[in-house]
């Protein structure tokens, strides 16, 4: 039996964001060393990206379960529970996992002083040997070059896309940040890249020359999106497959699931195989909570909860409520973190209504709603301000119609919040 409980386990880990962020691989490459390198005992894909790489990494993941192939899969952040990042073949690493493996290592991550997201990172590669998966799909936290989860060596990498966030971390032009994910590229392995930037694709282009790494692009000629349908048909080098429903809605989600599909012709080229049957079942299966999520009740007005936070994000997220609910009146509820580029994300989201109820994350990385009512240009919009997310909540729906849309959107926090104090069912 594990020493600790969950409750401490949990709790030890939490308390490694006293660390900070680490960016640099010399700690969790130490850490994996000391216990036998358990990441290079299954075939991995490294996925990174700003927007796009965590739904890409859901989806390719349950192509591979429907393969039949015992897939782990390594996404941030939760929404809930930490639980949450660590999966295989959908189901959440257990509570006695997560003890054994806090029991077996405290000391040592504790002497090493490993952060929050390489604790997780190593915790998530050490499962995956553990419980003997076939492939692990695992998404890049922050970047990719300094990245914790970049110790794989996979069988292909993949960049979804490419615009600015994290800047003060990742640097303010496209390039830059192009430069910090391309580090995931490795010598002769396959890289496939989105629709990309052409500063960014230049980056990527330079740097699988310089790996000598096989470069794949998913080209705009490739697929044909049916918005109205949610549907896809794919073509590529005679390697086509039509008809294709995705689960995820919009878009966005089109283009990531060409993406996916690309990297499946790519995986079967390179020995990885995968049929179209797998391909179709788990397009359609693949589901990832508070990403375009819609909850319909009856009497009550839909809810849909996005936890977009950057210009390219909220972008796609406006097109789709506008593909999907034309002509409904919408309400927005929302809560935004600092360093955020607030005058862009507000004036899109401005494009549904006429109002916006501002609430505070459950977090230090909350933006002030004061700083925050002073420095946007509100364009003449009616704004709300509530102490928490259930007094906003509450106040909009007194002052909703049952066919009215409501709209959490944001961040993680938020959308988190909201699920974890089940505010639905209120």
Same mark, same amino acid.
């Given at each position: 039996m594990p020493r600790h409980s969950y409750y401490s386990a949990e709790r030890f880990l939490l308390s490694r964001e006293f660390f900070g962020m680490k960016l640099?691989?010399?700690?969790?490459?130490?850490?994996?060393?000391?216990?036998?390198?358990?990441?290079?005992?299954?075939?991995?894909?490294?996925?990174?990206?700003?927007?796009?790489?965590?739904?890409?990494?859901?989806?390719?993941?349950?192509?591979?379960?429907?393969?039949?192939?015992?897939?782990?899969?390594? =996404? /941030?952040?939760?929404?809930?529970?930490?639980?949450? *990042?660590?999966?295989?073949?959908? %189901? $959440?690493? &257990?509570? =006695? /996992?997560?003890?054994?493996?806090?029991?077996?290592? *405290?000391?040592?991550?504790?002497? %090493? $002083?490993? &952060?929050?997201?390489?604790?997780?990172?190593?915790?998530?590669l050490y499962y995956f040997n553990?419980?003997?998966?076939?492939?692990?799909?695992?998404?890049?936290?922050?970047?990719?070059?300094?990245?914790?989860?970049?110790?794989?060596?996979?069988?292909?990498?993949?960049t979804t896309d490419i615009s600015k966030d994290h800047i003060e971390i990742l640097g303010s032009s496209l390039s830059k940040i192009a430069y910090e994910k391309a580090g995931i590229i490795k010598p002769g392995v396959p890289h496939l890249i989105g629709i990309l930037p052409e500063p960014a694709r230049n980056v990527m282009i330079k740097r699988c020359k310089l790996k000598k790494a096989p470069l794949h692009i998913l080209k705009k000629n490739e697929f044909k999106t049916y918005i109205n349908a949610n549907k896809l048909d794919f073509i590529s080098n005679g390697y086509s497959i039509n008809n294709l429903k995705p689960q995820m809605y919009g878009e966005h989600q089109l283009r990531n699931s060409a993406l996916v599909v690309k990297a499946a012709s790519v995986l079967n080229e390179n020995g990885l195989k995968i049929k179209k049957r797998a391909i179709r079942e788990g397009l359609a299966k693949a589901f990832w909570p508070g990403r375009f999520q819609i909850i319909e009740r009856k009497t009550k007005p839909t809810l849909v909860f996005d936890v977009c936070?950057?210009?390219?994000?909220?972008?796609?997220?406006?097109?789709?409520?506008r593909n999907r609910f034309p002509n409904k009146k919408v309400h927005i509820i929302t809560g935004v973190v600092k360093r955020k580029e607030h005058q862009k994300m507000f004036d899109l989201l401005g494009q549904l209504t006429e109002s916006f109820?501002?609430?505070?994350?459950?977090?230090?990385?909350?933006?002030?709603?004061?700083?925050?009512?002073?420095?946007?240009?509100?364009?003449?919009?009616?704004?709300?301000?509530?102490?928490?997310?259930?007094t906003a909540y509450k106040k909009v729906l007194k002052t909703s119609e049952s066919d009215d849309i409501i709209i959490i959107v944001g961040s993680h926090f938020l959308v988190g919040e909201f699920f974890d104090k089940k505010l639905a069912y209120e």
């Open positions: 640099g691989l010399e700690n969790i490459t130490g850490f994996l060393e000391s216990i036998g390198s358990p990441q290079n005992n299954y075939k991995t894909i490294h996925i990174a990206g700003t927007n796009g790489k965590g739904s890409t990494a859901v989806m390719l993941a349950s192509i591979l379960k429907a393969q039949g192939y015992k897939t782990g899969l390594f =996404t /941030s952040p939760h929404l809930v529970s930490l639980r949450e *990042r660590v999966t295989v073949n959908g %189901r $959440k690493i &257990s509570q =006695t /996992s997560i003890c054994t493996f806090v029991d077996h290592y *405290r000391k040592i991550l504790s002497k %090493r $002083k490993l &952060s929050f997201f390489e604790v997780i990172t190593a915790m998530a553990r419980v003997k998966v076939d492939v692990a799909v695992i998404e890049t936290g922050l970047g990719g070059r300094l990245d914790a989860s970049n110790v794989l060596k996979p069988e292909i990498t993949i936070h950057n210009t390219g994000g909220v972008t796609a997220f406006v097109e789709s409520i109820h501002l609430v505070p994350l459950a977090t230090h990385r909350t933006t002030d709603l004061d700083d925050l009512c002073r420095s946007i240009n509100w364009r003449e919009r009616i704004i709300y301000r509530h102490k928490s997310l259930r």
